[in-house]
């Protein structure tokens, strides 16, 4: 515990902390990150999933690198965001949940990618359960990666409070999204 209150009074966590430029520009870089990440990965799911059908799926895969590069800038900032209050995050189960979160991410992000775009016509492959299910998965895996990023700043109360809204809007869009779905012909009863 030593080493983490060293580094959370070391002289480049305080200027960080004391200097609105150099903290604004680590969450603008990692918001940065995060867009090419979760937005690139998040399009690509949403298009497996039959969202905005007519947009070819093969380009997509030109996409990986800013994918990569976003995770890179979210590496770094995130660690530095990290070195900010050490003891503070080193004991919180927010923080657990977010990084297993993203490791999951990463895991579909590779899977789709191996399964959809190295494995013949991607618009074939899209078309398979499995592809699906990485998508609805990689799609579920950022939304607990954000909300739990998001409420890390925040007191126990206002952290359940968040987590029921979400639960709410979450179950809200689905059944709005179904009934739209159903009145559209999208979702064909069985």
Not at 21 to 48: D, K, P
Not at 112 to 124: L, M, Q, S, Y
Not at 139 to 146: A, D
Not at 175 to 183: A, C, I, K, N, W
Request: some cysteine; proline content about 3%; aromatic content about 10%.
């Amino acid at each position: 515990m030593e080493f983490l209150e060293a580094l959370e009074a070391s002289g480049f966590s305080m200027w960080v902390k004391e200097s609105s430029t150099a903290y604004v520009a680590v969450l603008a870089f990692h918001t940065i990150g995060l867009t090419f990440l979760v937005g690139i990965s998040g399009a690509t799911a949403m298009r497996i999933l039959g969202v905005a059908q007519t947009m070819p799926l093969a380009p997509m895969a030109d996409f990986f690198p800013l994918m990569h590069a976003g995770f890179l800038i979210n590496l770094l900032t995130g660690t530095i965001l990290l070195c900010l209050y050490p003891t503070d995050y080193v004991v919180d189960p927010a923080m657990y949940i977010k990084m297993v979160a993203v490791i999951a991410a990463l895991v579909m992000i590779n899977l789709i990618k191996a399964h959809v775009f190295r494995n013949g016509d991607p618009e074939t492959q899209a078309e398979t359960k499995t592809a699906k299910r990485y998508a609805a998965t990689l799609l579920c895996v950022w939304l607990v990666t954000i909300v739990t990023g998001r409420v890390i700043a925040y007191s126990l109360e206002t952290r359940l409070q968040t987590a029921a809204a979400v639960l709410i809007a979450v179950v809200a869009v689905l059944l709005v999204g179904y009934g739209v779905g159903r009145s559209l012909g999208w979702i064909k009863s069985s």
